[in-house]
């Protein structure tokens, strides 16, 4: 009997483009969350509220995010990836740059919008990338090293960014922004009148040309050879990737339906699910309003509902989902085929969204429970947490991705689903005894494991969400993934965290357990994932075939 077949190893260019890759999800966290650390300074100097703040680091970077994702998505999977990845780099890195300049709202939502759009394009095309430099049995390692490296760059963000303003205010004692900037006390003026979060913003925003450049000039893999499949040259990216964009966009979508020819009946369930998606976000915004009642926020002379303002954004995240699988029907049927024949691919989905609900619910709201528990200052509790946050967040993934790959080699994509079950099945048992924790020592301790747990799913799921599809769909594949997240992770986590905590009177440890009631959701998805994973990733050829698409194979 024949042995087994020898397993291929990543060459020098996968290791140089993994570096590259997980340099710049490290500096993309890093930029996406500085705004966390730097907001009571930024309120104070600029006048504005917590709503506003909460604009510019949820709901504008979001919508932005979510939505660009998708033509970005388009144009990875058929142009070069690292040079979109440079220039993606360039234009986030200035919209950081620019916010080191910002005078008022109107500056910092630009910044904030170029934040979003530029990085996009960071997790269709660096995953892209990476799949087809390593091969399959090498996956869960290199998808550790990203995953480290988001948790570092989301550690980071507090460190530096909270360093950075301290020492260039405390250099420069009394500058003025944009103003001559006079010290007090003996300090010295401030070059250009700078305040020391305008300086964080700006060093921030230094590694991104010299990061840009190098991913520029980095190899091109061949698109499909690690997986033995030969992709086909895309003729016309760019004018693909604008059409996802019109398509998916309201209004666009009927302009986009219209001329490829959809018939009465497709232009009339986009309309039924529009309708549909309106009533249920009005009956959701009424019913938290009454579980939550608040305010009005004041924003730029509106007085908006904030419920309403919440809901309104994830219907239009929903209804953006719809347009897009309904254009891509017409416009691309073997990844739509692919996409939409595997029940596997869903459930991935799903987990990653449902889980990411639970993880924003969690991270956004912990450091607000450790202040009002133990009464620590906010200076104490951004340095420890978020150094514990940015080492511990590196260990599990170190451990899960090849941990994930030892599986694989010996259970199939079963194995990494058996991983994952095992790491979020045990999670909230861990999460209630973090949360009832009897003082910060003993809160601390118990995190370390809760964190370890709670990031060890990431390298697996991932590994079988991208084996689904053909090397060519991945980016698309990745901006969908990016869309469902953000409406579920980013849009509800800290929204639901947020009401149960104004309905139990400020109980935010109660609050933040209750985010945990997702979870034998996630643990039924998981075990039906189980059942289906190889059988769905091995028929993708099938699809894709039937579809139209004339797939060659290398073996």
Known sequence: MAGPLPRPRPRRDAWICLALVGAMQCLAMLDRNILAILNPRIKADLHIGDAEMGLLYGTVFALFYAVFSLPLGRLADGWRRGWLLAICIALWSFATGLAGFAGGFAMLAVSRLGVGIG?????????????????????????????????????????????????????????????????IGGGHAAPLGLKGWQFAFLLAALPGLPLAILLGLMREPVRGLSDGIVSPRDPAPFRASLDVLIAVLPLGVWWTLVRRGAGRAVLARNAAALVAIALVMTGLARFCGWLSPRPPLHLMGLT?????????????????????????????????????????????????????????????FTPA???????????????????????????????????????????????????????????????????????????????????????????PLYAVLYEQVLPRMRGQTAALYILLMTILGLGIGPYWVGMVADRTHGDLGTAILSVNGLAPVIVLLLVLLWRRADRDAAGAVVRASAAGEPVQTLR
């Not at 989301?154 to 020492?167: E, F, H, P, Q, R």
């Not at 919440?310 to 996409?339: E, K, M």
């Open 304 to 364: 908006i509902d904030p419920h309403a303002l919440q809901w309104t954004i994830v219907g239009i995240g929903g209804y953006v989902v719809v347009n897009f699988l309904q254009s891509l029907r017409l416009t691309d049927r073997p990844t739509h085929a692919v996409i939409m024949g595997s029940p596997a691919l869903w459930l991935c989905l799903l987990v990653g969204s449902l889980q990411t609900t639970i993880n924003y619910g969690i991270m956004g």
């Open 369 to 459: 429970f450790l202040m009002k528990t133990w009464h620590l200052s906010a200076a104490d509790v951004g340095v420890r947490f978020g150094l514990l946050s940015a080492a511990i967040g590196m260990v599990g993934p170190a451990i899960s991705g090849p941990a994930s790959d030892w599986l694989a080699a010996r259970f199939g994509a079963g194995g990494r689903v058996m991983l994952v079950l095992v790491s979020l099945g045990l999670s909230p048992l861990v999460g209630y005894a973090v949360y009832t924790a009897p003082d910060p020592a003993t809160f601390y301790l118990r995190f370390t494991l809760y964190s370890v747990i709670l990031t060890m799913w990431l390298p």
């Open 119 to 183: 990085e996009a394009a960071v997790q269709p095309a660096g995953t892209s990338l990476v799949f087809d430099h390593f091969p399959k049995n090498r996956r869960g390692l290199a998808l550790a090293v990203m995953a480290a490296l988001l948790a570092a760059g989301l550690g980071l963000s507090s460190v530096l960014g909270g360093a950075a303003a301290d020492a260039w205010d405390h250099a420069f004692a009394g500058g003025q922004a944009f103003g001559v900037g006079h010290a």
